[in-house]
């Protein structure tokens, strides 16, 4: 057990699957496992494992940030042997090209958090992903014919990121970023740190251009084609 995770070492699978809604970590198990077993609720960060289509795997909730996400997931691969982290979660855009509902594979974040200088001990602005599971990810979608739009992302500290900081997203070259998000380069600093794996599949529910989004009631579903194409990834 750590401060945050009560599981045994023994409940929590090397693939983890980690949405930031402690609820939609709970959808996911309920509506796609077999054999679900609630592994985790202190402070309501929801984990479960069970098994998809035979494949033994975890859902663990990250919460909302970089600090979040970085006790969860250090803790995870630190402590409980996790093997690969793949965050499924949703980000705004400030992209024309980047519509409502798209699904979008982050093959790097970029960010101004500090969360590198303390992790690195270096200052290192942009992270990547794992590129094998990249490709197993974008072959799956080709599979099921889902269509994924790779790129950069930037992460950042402020939600309001998502709807506005006109001025900041022109100086960091605005159409070279496909969505905005607060978490993965925190996990992607932390696998290349501990030596990991780490994927992050978003679907995006804001668009600063269009000023639409999903209404949050209706983002659960919303989401159902992104996990699925996850969920799938994993199992090869």
Avoid: W
């Avoid at 992209?95 to 500090?114: C, F, H, P, R, T």
Wanted: net charge negative; hydrophobic share 40%.
């Amino acid at each position: 057990m750590t401060p945050h995770i009560e599981s045994k070492k023994e409940d929590i699978a090397e693939i983890v699957l980690m949405p930031g809604d402690p609820l939609r970590a709970k959808y996911i198990a309920e509506t796609y496992f077999e054999d679900a077993k609630l592994i985790n609720k202190i402070r309501n960060m929801y984990g479960y494992t069970g098994f998809y289509k035979g494949k033994r795997l975890t859902v663990f909730a990250s919460g909302m940030g970089i600090p979040s996400i970085g006790i969860y997931a250090y803790e995870l691969f630190k402590f409980y042997d996790v093997k690969k982290i793949i965050r499924i979660g949703s980000c705004g855009t400030f992209n024309k090209n980047i519509n409502i509902g798209d699904v979008i594979l982050a093959q790097e974040a970029y960010s101004l958090s500090d969360f590198d200088d303390f992790m690195l001990e270096k200052n290192v602005k942009s992270m990547k992903s794992s590129a094998t599971l990249n490709e197993i990810i974008l072959n799956t979608a080709a599979t099921n014919n889902v269509t994924v739009k790779t790129g950069k992302i930037i992460t950042s500290d402020v939600f309001d990121l998502y709807v506005d900081f006109a001025n900041f997203i022109a100086l960091h070259e605005k159409e070279n970023y496909l969505g905005t998000e607060m978490e993965a380069f925190g996990l992607f600093t932390l696998a290349n740190k501990l030596k990991k794996e780490t994927a992050c599949l978003l679907t995006v529910v804001d668009s600063h251009n269009t000023n639409k989004s999903i209404p949050a009631e209706e983002r659960e579903k919303a989401l159902d084609e992104m996990i699925k194409l996850a969920l799938d990834s994993i199992i090869k």
